[in-house]
C-alpha cells in the first residue's frame, strides 16, 4: 500500500510563480521528511528535509510547510525558474524505512 | 566529492539472461538500497543491506536478488530476465536516519 501519497502528479507554472507540492502520510512514526529533485537522466538529489518538531523550514527559494495534526507536507518553490524544471519526490522515513511518492513532474515556462 | 556510482548507465539484455548491476559508494555508509523507477509509480525498493553480508527484501524482490560482499559495493541481480523488469534502477546509500544519496541510475531494456 501506498504510505506516502503525492499530488499533483504533474505541475505547469510560469516563470516567476509559485509552485506548490504536496505530500500527506499513514504512519506517525515517520520522523524525517526529505524532497528529492531528479533531473532527466540523473538520479534524485537531496533537496531539503524537516524533521516533525517543526512547521516550516526554507533554504533559499524552498521551503517546506510540515502539519503534523493532519499528516501532510508540502514543498513551495517561490519565483519558479525553468532551470527547476524536474521531477520531485517527497519521502517519509523512520530509522533506515524510507518511503517515496510517486513523483511530481513539474514544468516552469519562460 | 562522494559519491554512488553506477558501473553502466544503459544495459540492453535478452530475456533468460543473467544480468549483473553494480553498485559502489565512496561514503562509507552503512545502509545501501536498491531501487526501480517506473513513470507514476514513483520509486520502489527492492533490497536493501544495513551491512556487509547482510541483506533485506524491500517490496518487490521476487525475480531479484543481491550480494553485498565489501561495505561499498553491493550488487543487484536478476536471475532471469524478463521484459517486466525493463526499467530505470537507481541505488543510493545513507547514513542511519539521512538522507539518500543515489547515483545516475541504470536503464535497463529487456528485449
Same mark, same amino acid.
Given at each position: 500500500q501506498?504510505?506516502?501519497?503525492? *499530488?499533483? $502528479?504533474? +505541475?505547469?507554472? $510560469?516563470?516567476?510563480?509559485?509552485? %506548490? %507540492?504536496?505530500?500527506?502520510?499513514?504512519?506517525?512514526?515517520?520522523?524525517?521528511?526529505?524532497w528529492?529533485?531528479? #533531473?532527466?537522466?540523473?538520479?534524485?538529489?537531496?533537496?531539503?528535509?524537516?524533521?516533525?518538531?517543526?512547521?516550516?523550514?526554507?533554504?533559499?527559494?524552498?521551503?517546506?510547510? #510540515?502539519?503534523? =495534526?493532519?499528516?501532510?507536507?508540502?514543498?513551495?518553490? @517561490?519565483?519558479?525558474?525553468?532551470?527547476? *524544471?524536474?521531477?520531485?519526490?517527497c519521502?517519509?522515513?523512520? *530509522?533506515?524505512?524510507?518511503?517515496?511518492?510517486?513523483?511530481?513532474?513539474?514544468?516552469?515556462?519562460? | 566529492?562522494?559519491?554512488?556510482?553506477?558501473s !553502466?548507465?544503459?544495459?540492453v539484455?535478452?530475456?533468460?539472461?543473467?544480468?549483473?548491476?553494480?553498485?559502489? $559508494?565512496? @561514503?562509507?555508509h552503512?545502509?545501501? #538500497?536498491?531501487?526501480? $523507477?517506473?513513470?507514476?509509480?514513483? +520509486?520502489?525498493?527492492?533490497? #536493501?543491506?544495513?551491512?556487509?553480508? @547482510?541483506?533485506e527484501?524491500?517490496? %518487490?524482490?521476487?525475480?531479484?536478488?543481491?550480494?553485498?560482499?565489501?561495505k561499498?559495493?553491493?550488487?543487484?541481480?536478476?536471475?532471469?530476465?524478463s521484459?517486466?523488469?525493463?526499467?530505470m534502477?537507481?541505488?543510493a !546509500? =545513507?547514513?542511519?536516519?539521512?538522507?539518500?544519496?543515489f547515483?545516475?541510475?541504470?536503464?535497463?531494456?529487456?528485449?
Amino acid at each position: 500500500q501506498q504510505q506516502v501519497k503525492q *499530488s499533483p $502528479q504533474s +505541475l505547469i507554472v $510560469q516563470k516567476g510563480g509559485i509552485s %506548490i %507540492i504536496n505530500c500527506a502520510y499513514e504512519n506517525t512514526a515517520f520522523d524525517y521528511f526529505p524532497w528529492y529533485q531528479q #533531473f532527466p537522466g540523473k538520479g534524485p538529489a537531496l533537496l531539503i528535509a524537516i524533521r516533525p518538531d517543526v512547521s516550516e523550514k526554507k533554504e533559499g527559494r524552498f521551503t517546506i510547510s #510540515f502539519n503534523k =495534526s493532519a499528516k501532510q507536507f508540502s514543498l513551495h518553490i @517561490m519565483d519558479s525558474q525553468p532551470g527547476d *524544471s524536474a521531477t520531485y519526490f517527497c519521502a517519509a522515513s523512520m *530509522s533506515n524505512d524510507m518511503r517515496f511518492g510517486a513523483g511530481t513532474r513539474l514544468t516552469v515556462k519562460p | 566529492d562522494v559519491k554512488v556510482t553506477q558501473s !553502466s548507465r544503459y544495459l540492453v539484455k535478452r530475456t533468460g539472461e543473467k544480468v549483473f548491476l553494480e553498485c559502489v $559508494q565512496d @561514503m562509507d555508509h552503512e545502509n545501501m #538500497f536498491w531501487y526501480r $523507477q517506473d513513470p507514476g509509480l514513483g +520509486l520502489r525498493l527492492i533490497y #536493501f543491506s544495513y551491512d556487509v553480508k @547482510m541483506k533485506e527484501k524491500g517490496d %518487490i524482490p521476487e525475480g531479484y536478488s543481491v550480494s553485498r560482499e565489501k561495505k561499498e559495493r553491493f550488487s543487484l541481480i536478476l536471475e532471469s530476465a524478463s521484459t517486466n523488469q525493463t526499467s530505470m534502477y537507481l541505488c543510493a !546509500s =545513507s547514513l542511519i536516519q539521512r538522507g539518500y544519496t543515489f547515483g545516475s541510475g541504470t536503464r535497463l531494456t529487456v528485449v
